[in-house]
């Protein structure tokens, strides 16, 4: 038995709601580093203050996925709930965090927001893989590249359409511009609203159909023995027990040697997520409760398909760059081509507003060529594409440090090519890829493992970039 294949439209809906989650996330990069120095945060103070991201979508999405996998709801399905339910609290969040009164309340609302997008993108990457064939699934995510691609465009270019229009683009001190408030209040709708399209207007297999599909009955049922869950159970004791004091180890060096306090970040989690995760696995497993949601997490991480351990090194790499470019464009535009740190001047304001049509360019270029990956990936290969993408990205972001005057042409679109080639085949590729090398019981859940490999790197960014 196979799955069928979907109609253009049908695919249209299942992934219309990646607009609004794409507009969330995109007024997120283009104006949080904003409003955190609006708020009086230092520039080598924002690497820390974005944590949150990355570190909320290395809990969530893991959980989400393993939980959304053991769903069904008779009316919304597997993964529809998660949609919802993400999409309502991240809606709220986008209407309250540019009204911070303080730079702490903005810090916790980043921590909220992003957990919130989290709960309603992990499921989106499944979905896909739940519903079409391998054959689609390129195009699939590629649909999810095209709505990306557009919702960013717009949110990224929202504070400057508003002050076309007349509203204020500067504040007092300490406050945060109209047009950046309204962006948020837009998008906030515009979430809510595109993700409720994307749940009444998409159906979803149930589990039992979904067990008969010829491409899954591959993959065997787990068949572990007792002996091999105190064997795993001891192995995972012992490396974690290691991790902890290489934590400890870390933490005590960067408080004698006063480093930088953003290296707390990678030695609290190895001593968090790496070692006391890897003991409290191995004490689960040793006294025999093997049947534990949390022992079938960290064994399920364990045993990741090959494919899946080769992307992790490249979508490592890749995040590694696109962090830095988020967090430190509007720095450096500002200081290096407009020559202020000033956030009440017109000319700060002025050159915010440019990283925003920056990154509204290559999310545009991003959702132009989102249907050409597909037909280039059938003429090659889906690596060779994702390969040619990759190269012509990071010769887009090296070209930035060259850049001597911010005009429209070459900061603004010129540099932004090559990274809209690359965000295309990042936010699609990948997970074509992946999809077809996971079992659909498992689908959720190593899809969110799989954003590990996106958000490590990006707190490896947010503890070294700082220095």
Known sequence: MEKRKLSFWDIWNMSFGFLGIQMGFALQNANVSRIFQTLGAKIDAIPILWVAAPLTGLIIQP???????????????????????????????????PNSPYLWFA???????????????????????????????????AMQSFFIGIGAYIAS???????????????????????????FYIGGAAFLITVLWTVIRSKEYTPEELKQFSEEKEYAEDTKDTS?????????????????LVGALGTYLVYRYQLKKDLYVLTAGLIGLGGT?????????????????????????????KLMKELAVVQFFSWFALFSMWIYTTGAVTEHLYNTTDTTSDAYNTGANQVGEMFANYNIIAAAVAFLLPVIARKTSRRFTHFLALVLGGFGLMSIYFITSPSALTLEWLPMIGVGIAWA???????????????????????????????????????????
Request: net charge positive; no cysteine; proline share 5%.
């Open 425 to 467: 085949s990042i936010l699609s590729i990948p997970y074509a890829m992946l999809s077809g090398a996971l079992p659909a019981e498992k689908m959720g859940y190593y899809m969110g493992v799989f954003n590990f490999f996106i958000v490590i790197p990006q707190l490896v960014a947010a503890s070294i970039l700082g220095f």
């Open 107 to 141: 810090a916790g609302m980043l921590w909220i927001m992003d957990a919130s997008i989290n709960v309603s993108m992990e499921p989106f990457r499944a979905f896909v893989g739940d519903n079409l064939p391998d054959s689609q699934r390129t195009s699939g995510f």
């Open 228 to 244: 091999w869950y105190l064997k795993n159970g001891k192995s995972h004791l012992t490396y974690g027990i290691i991790v902890l």
């Open 63 to 97: 959980i989400i996925g393993y939980f959304s996998d053991r769903t069904w709801h008779p009316k919304l399905g597997r993964r529809r709930p998660y949609f919802l339910v993400g999409a309502i609290l991240a809606s709220l969040a986008l209407f309250i965090m």
């Open 277 to 305: 995760a890897m003991v409290v696995s191995g004490i689960l497993q040793k006294s025999g409760k093997v049947k534990s949601g949390f022992v079938t997490i960290m064994n399920d991480f364990q045993s990741m398909p």
């Open 157 to 183: 270019m929202l504070p400057k359409i508003l002050t076309y229009f007349g509203v204020a683009n500067t504040a007092a001190e300490g406050m945060i511009p109209d047009s950046v408030k309204y962006s």
